[in-house]
């Protein structure tokens, strides 16, 4: 048997996400199935997974940024490259008591990734709540003035998740994940001993909880089924479980719906005429699901409760600290996104609309699903204005903010938005390759004929996306727009946020920096300067267009000086120019 930790420590912490995706990696299909509350909408599944995915991805960038501090630190024994402020493992975690070992980042640093990772990614009803109960067990275990890594720091952590939770839903209904959460922590409160016998002593409590769920609910027992977010609960804790064991607990096995052992999915199937809907159940309910996080004070959030308590229901908002996770059914989504206006700042809005089926199941309202289209392209792009650029080409744009990379879930949800037979992928980034092919390949398991285009910049997918023919053969498509951007080196300029060591020198906190091909070759104080020194450095090789997309944070003069540069000193070559938005780079140069 592998090592398994027997305290609560990073590593675990790190174990445990991994292995609670992979359970919702395997379950989510099943818990999609039995998904009838609020909404049956059939998304249950993928939510959970989407969110536990973002909170994994938290994880381990923290582990990858202490491995590559450990990396500079041998490099730079004396410190000259070190970041301020980062010369004591006291601050490295940004919290009091939160002390960095030499071996990897504290638990406290592993706990406020996860829960962060997890808020920002919260997707749905249930992932939002499950995003709320890994706040909870954070706050607990990031706690510096007393370290919680024994079994009653896991009672503690498990006890204010569920208590977390339940506030933050508006109107809590028993027969729900809530409730799977509050048996959990029951249970683990009468468990005596390690985090095992704590985890093993939840994880039945929960299994308990969950099979009682029909009893609870009216719309549950109805359709034969347990609640979806419990199921997703069962398998997050079956995963604790076996972080602290190394064994995985026995399969759980849900009964399949009723009206699906009948010939018809849960999703599909519309509730008796005569059902009752005292529950909450889905009939006759909000026409539209809004999420969006906030930046907000406490104070405007708890203004923000009640204004979206009365515009609809299924309100649940999580988070904390200045930023929050908004999740509500309504009718009139404007008012619930303008409420969150006069709160504070909305971003990464998403509203859907439950009858399009779009996102949701096919067919409802008895229409039939629309026509695939042969192909699309789908592409991660860095700002709005780039977004809305590649959606104007015809492209399905996946935004991805400064900081916060889509998921591979996120991307195969564009591929399925794309309705398309084919799809070519642009990842955009080349740190995202290898999330672009997991999702590629994905995708292919659901008959999506993928092809990765390895793009490393949004100005190579500009240059695929402008010899894009959907009308001709799918490979000879896929060859010609590999051709272009691999034809497209390209650069951005941005500021450095610390002192560091790059291959054209030191550069310090606030230089402005000209990156050509992904490697630092320019290290400057003005972001003209910089960006003319990085322009004229690729021109010296030859070119026939050059691309500049600016960002909102750059100066206006920057684009009419390297244009003007362009035509006073370089013949034949034209310059286009686009507008990115909030795209983290201050300027994106690309050269044909």
Known sequence: MPQVPQTLDALAVRTWCGLALESLGRAREEIDAINVYPVADGDTGTNLYLTVESAAAAV?????????????????????????????????????????????????????????GALIGARGNSGTILAQLLRGMAQVLADGDTPHTDGQGLRLALRQAADSARLAVAHPVEGTVLTVAAAAADAADGAEGDCAAVARAAHEGARAALAATPGQLAV?????VVDAGGRGLVAVLAALVETFTGESPGLLVVPAPARAREGTTTAQASPPADACTDDGSEDGGPAFEVIYLL??????????????????????????????????????AGAAVEAGVEAGRPYRIRITHFGLGDVHTAGAAGRPPRERAQRAV?????????????????????????????????????????HAREVVLLPNDAELRHTAAAAAEQARTEGVRVALIPTRSAVQGIAALAVHEPDRRFDEDVVAMTSAAGATRHAEVVVAERQSWTMAGICQAGDVLGLIDGDVAVIGSDVTATAESVLDRMLAAGGEMVTLVLGDEAPE??????????????????????????????LLIGVE
Do not use: C, K
């Open 60 to 116: 381990e960038a923290v582990f990858a940024g202490h491995e590559t501090m450990a990396v500079a630190d041998a490099r730079d024994p004396h410190g000259i490259g070190a970041p301020a402020g980062s010369g004591t493992d006291a601050d490295a975690s940004g919290g009091p008591g939160a002390v960095r070992s030499a071996g990897g980042p504290s638990l406290a640093d592993a706990v406020r990734a996860m829960a962060h």
């Open 557 to 586: 003069s920057v684009v009419p000086h390297l244009e003007a540069r362009v035509r006073e000193s370089y013949l034949a070559v034209d310059t286009v120019v686009y507008r990115g938005g909030r795209q983290g780079a201050l």
């Open 295 to 332: 930046e907000a004070e406490d104070a405007a959030v708890g203004r923000l409760r009640q204004r979206l308590d009365g515009l609809g229901d299924s309100l649940v908002v999580v988070g904390g600290d200045g930023l929050w996770n908004v999740h509500v059914h309504v009718d009139d």
């Open 220 to 224: 549950l027992r109805r359709a034969g």
């Open 378 to 418: 789908v592409a991660v792009v860095p700002g709005e204005g780039l977004a809305g650029l590649y959606t104007e080409a015809g492209a399905t744009a996946v935004l991805a903010r400064p900081g916060e990379p889509p998921a591979s879930g996120e991307l195969v949800e564009a591929v399925r938005r794309a």
